[in-house]
């Protein structure tokens, strides 16, 4: 069962998706915590500042398929850790204007409230198949 409170971070976590879907690596940063993590197959970085999350999004973003117009995801799983710590996992896919995958991908994303405010302290992008509960 899914505390209210879950709806707070799932709408924290879709306008972070809008920002991303907008290409707009400003305003994705301002849904990250100061410090955090962005965990991908390839690499782990750490992002001390907000400056330095604009910068790695904005070289994610200059690295996409130049056909790519929005994120689907699936089903979102919230897992509550504590009343100010939660994990949204599930999986998604980089979609361009024929609905066809870009790039399929599981994420698992931990944030953090302070506040009223939910941030994200630790973007944790994997395989598709893999993640919690598979």
Same mark, same amino acid.
């Given at each position: 069962m899914q505390h209210h409170e879950d709806s707070g971070?799932?709408?924290?976590?879709?306008?972070?998706t809008q920002a991303f879907q907008m290409l707009d690596?400003?305003?994705?940063?301002q849904h990250f915590h100061e410090p955090a993590f962005f965990i991908t197959p390839k690499e782990v970085v750490c992002l001390p500042t907000i400056e330095t999350v604009e910068h790695t999004y904005a070289r994610v973003m200059a690295d996409m398929p130049p056909d790519y117009v929005r994120t689907e995801f699936s089903p979102l799983s919230?897992?509550?850790?504590?009343?100010d710590l939660t994990m949204v996992s599930g999986s998604g896919a980089w979609k361009n204007a024929a609905n066809e995958d870009l790039m399929p991908f *599981?994420? +698992?994303?931990?944030?953090?409230?302070? *506040?009223? +405010?939910?941030?994200?302290v630790v973007a944790a992008i994997h395989a598709a198949d893999g993640g919690p509960g598979r």
């Open positions: 971070v799932l709408e924290a976590f879709g306008q972070y690596a400003r305003a994705v940063a919230v897992h509550r850790l504590s009343d *599981g994420m +698992t994303y931990t944030l953090r409230r302070i *506040g009223q +405010t939910w941030r994200i």
